[in-house]
Each structure stands twice: as C-alpha cells, then as structure tokens.
C-alpha cells in the first residue's frame, strides 16, 4: 500500500530495470508536464514528491491535493525551458512519500522520466502544392487552391500567410491550425496550418501572370528564433478563354464579357447550343498570332476593333512599353468586329 504514481509521464520504477519514459524537447520551449502520487494506505495522505537532481533552471510548482486520507492524491506540475547549453539526455527522478499518524511513512520508490531536448529546431514544411506549382485560370471563373504545410516541432503554433499583399481580388482565407502540445505527455508530435487561396480573375485579366509566395512560419515565443518556409505558385489567367458554368447561355456570357453573343457563339464552331455544357472550354475572342511590323493600331484597324478593346483582352499589352512592342510570333486576344472580318 505505499504511494504510487498514477499517469503520464511516470509509469515504471527504474528499480524494476524498464526503461523510463522518454519525453522530447526542444531548445527555448518550455517542456511542462503533471506529476501525479496516490496512496490507499488506510488513513495515509500523500505528504510530499521530492526530486532527485532537477536540470538546472527545472521546477516543481503547484502543488495541490485532493481526496481524503486513505484515497488521497497529490499533483505538481514539473516546468522547465532548455538552454542551448542544455541539449541532451536529461532523467528527472521522483519520489513520492505519505503520511499517517502513529506509522513510519512509505516511499513509492525513485520513479524517472528521461527527457531528449533537441538543438535543432526544425523548420516547417509545405505539404501542399509541390515546388514549381502553376496554376492556370479561366477569365471570370472562380478557382481554389488548399495550402497546407506541418512542423516536427510540436511545441510551437504555425503561420501561413502571402509573402506580400494580395491584389486582384486574391485571397486566403484564416488558416485552420491544429493545436500545439502544452503538456509534454499531449499526444501531438507535429502541428499543421492549412488554408485556401481563392481567385476569381475579371474579365480584363487575359494573360495575367503572377508569382505569389506564401509563408509558413512558426509562432516562436521568448528566447527562440522562429523557423520559417517560402512556397511560390505561378498563377497564370488563361488568354482569350473562359469555362462554361452551371447555368450558363451564350448570351448570358456574352453580358459577362460586355461582347455581342451573336459573334461568341461564330467564335465556337463546336457549339451545338446556345446552353453550352457545364466545363466546356470557350473562346471569348480570337486568338492572333502577330506579324511583322504589326502595331495595336494597324491590328486594330484590321479587325475593326479600337486599341483599347484589344488591351482590355490583353492585361500583358495595358503598359506602354508592351504596347509598343509587338514581337513577331507573340499571340494575342482580338475580338473582331465579325462584319469588318
């Protein structure tokens, strides 16, 4: 009937030759557990837990009882943050002892945990999208991409966030974080983040081409140098196409897209309806390839549409040097008047 200890992370005797429990640790994160000792002993309260040889800088604090003699517990909480000079195997040792009246007190024996405190902290890691990632989307058609990353340091919270500001009408939504390990003994052994980038290009984006970086990085807290990972995703807007929705007419998109329906449906041979099916790819504009000595104007004036008609299809012709420069061979976005054609 002498005291016991009940529970993570204590739970053999080293004195019965099983190896003691192992906890892992990190430099500069607080590694903070539970202690508990009960005794049944008749009349017997649990009157203290003593340690043998605590890592310099480790305490026992709060400890509170409850029960009544004969059922009685006590639980101390064991806290204590790593120094780099301090990444190693450490055992904390433990002894519980009671107390009853008229009686010498029992010892629950010398019961150790060993404690592996890591030098390294690791870096988190993107799961998803895989390095050289790109993304192609269709004009005026909303998209989705989950972003989701981990970190093998349980201890600490994970950010995931764009590298710089969204624009455009991008957007990531808050990221869902699994919970870190308050306790040493949690069960958790890594933390994730996920969250979803959304972007419904507009109509005036054909041709629009992006690198967007996100960043994922722990939370970090006194004393430690966060950790941190860049991931890159090249989102292209698709020239001159958009993808049939649910819902969706010839003449509805040809509202979307502020162009006659009548030359939309002329640009899509394959059309056998004027309620195209839901994924079908479509051309909102005629695809040049451009020549020799073409200018915006002369195609314009060839099309019988304006300058601005045409950059408005094009987002990588809207500067004024890529207006002026036309290469030979560079392919372009026309919506030509059908009668001039």
Same mark, same amino acid.
């Not at 009853?100 to 993107?126: I, K, R, Y």
């Not at 984006?205 to 992006?210: D, F, I, R, V, W």
């Given at each position: 009937?002498?005291?016991?200890?009940?529970?993570?992370?204590?739970?053999?005797?080293?004195?019965?030759?099983?190896?003691?429990?192992?906890?892992?640790?990190?430099?500069?994160?607080?590694?903070?557990?539970?202690?508990?000792?009960?005794?049944?002993?008749?009349?017997?309260?649990?009157?203290?837990?003593?340690?043998?040889?605590?890592? !310099?800088?480790?305490?026992?604090?709060?400890?509170?009882?409850?029960?009544?003699?004969?059922?009685?517990?006590?639980?101390?909480?064991?806290? *204590?943050?790593?120094?780099?000079?301090?990444?190693?195997?450490?055992?904390?040792?433990? !002894?519980?002892?009671?107390?009853?009246?008229?009686?010498?007190?029992?010892?629950?024996?010398?019961?150790?945990?060993?404690?592996?405190?890591?030098?390294?902290?690791?870096?988190?890691?993107?799961?998803?999208?895989?390095?050289?990632?790109?993304?192609?989307?269709?004009?005026?058609?909303?998209?989705?991409?989950?972003?989701?990353?981990?970190? /093998?340091?349980?201890? /600490?919270?994970?950010?995931?966030?764009?590298?710089?500001?969204?624009?455009?009408?991008?957007?990531?939504?808050?990221?869902?974080?699994? !919970?870190?390990?308050?306790?040493?003994?949690?069960?958790?052994?890594?933390?994730?983040?996920?969250?979803?980038?959304? *972007?419904?290009?507009?109509?005036?984006?054909?041709?629009?081409?992006?690198?967007?970086?996100?960043?994922?990085?722990?939370?970090?807290?006194?004393?430690?140098?966060?950790?941190?990972?860049?991931?890159?995703?090249?989102?292209?807007?698709?020239?001159?196409?958009?993808?049939?929705?649910?819902?969706?007419?010839?003449?509805?998109?040809?509202?979307?897209?502020?162009?006659? *329906?009548?030359?939309? *449906?002329?640009?899509?041979?394959?059309?056998?309806?004027?309620?195209?099916?839901?994924?079908?790819?479509?051309?909102?504009?005629?695809?040049?390839?451009?020549?020799?000595?073409?200018?915006?104007?002369?195609?314009?004036?060839?099309?019988?549409?304006?300058?601005?008609?045409?950059?408005?299809?094009?987002?990588?012709?809207?500067?004024?040097?890529?207006?002026?420069?036309?290469?030979?061979?560079?392919?372009?976005?026309?919506?030509?008047?059908?009668?001039?054609?």
């Amino acid at each position: 009937l002498k005291p016991v200890f009940d529970g993570l992370p204590i739970v053999s005797n080293v004195s019965t030759g099983s190896p003691p429990p192992v906890l892992n640790g990190f430099v500069g994160y607080e590694i903070f557990f539970t202690i508990t000792a009960k005794t049944s002993r008749p009349g017997a309260t649990v009157a203290e837990i003593r340690s043998f040889a605590l890592p !310099e800088g480790a305490q026992l604090l709060n400890s509170v009882v409850e029960g009544v003699p004969g059922a009685h517990t006590m639980h101390i909480d064991f806290r *204590w943050t790593p120094l780099p000079t301090q990444a190693q195997k450490h055992y904390v040792c433990l !002894e519980a002892m009671d107390e009853v009246a008229g009686q010498d007190p029992l010892s629950s024996g010398q019961h150790c945990v060993l404690l592996e405190v890591a030098a390294e902290n690791p870096a988190p890691v993107f799961d998803f999208p895989p390095e050289n990632t790109t993304i192609r989307f269709y004009l005026a058609v909303f998209n989705s991409i989950v972003i989701n990353g981990t970190n /093998d340091n349980p201890y /600490d919270n994970i950010l995931l966030v764009p590298k710089v500001t969204l624009t455009q009408g991008q957007a990531l939504s808050p990221p869902v974080a699994t !919970e870190k390990k308050i306790k040493a003994t949690d069960p958790a052994t890594r933390v994730s983040a996920a969250a979803t980038f959304t *972007w419904q290009p507009g109509i005036h984006l054909g041709a629009y081409s992006e690198t967007i970086c996100f960043v994922l990085s722990q939370q970090g807290g006194p004393g430690t140098i966060p950790s941190s990972k860049e991931r890159c995703i090249l989102m292209i807007v698709q020239r001159c196409k958009y993808q049939a929705q649910v819902g969706d007419t010839i003449q509805g998109i040809g509202t979307t897209f502020e162009s006659d *329906w009548l030359s939309l *449906w002329a640009l899509n041979v394959g059309l056998s309806t004027f309620d195209p099916p839901v994924g079908q790819e479509m051309m909102i504009g005629r695809l040049y390839i451009v020549q020799p000595g073409d200018t915006l104007l002369s195609v314009a004036t060839e099309f019988g549409t304006t300058v601005d008609g045409i950059k408005q299809l094009n987002f990588d012709l809207t500067s004024d040097s890529a207006a002026r420069e036309l290469p030979s061979g560079k392919e372009i976005c026309i919506f030509p008047d059908t009668c001039t054609e």
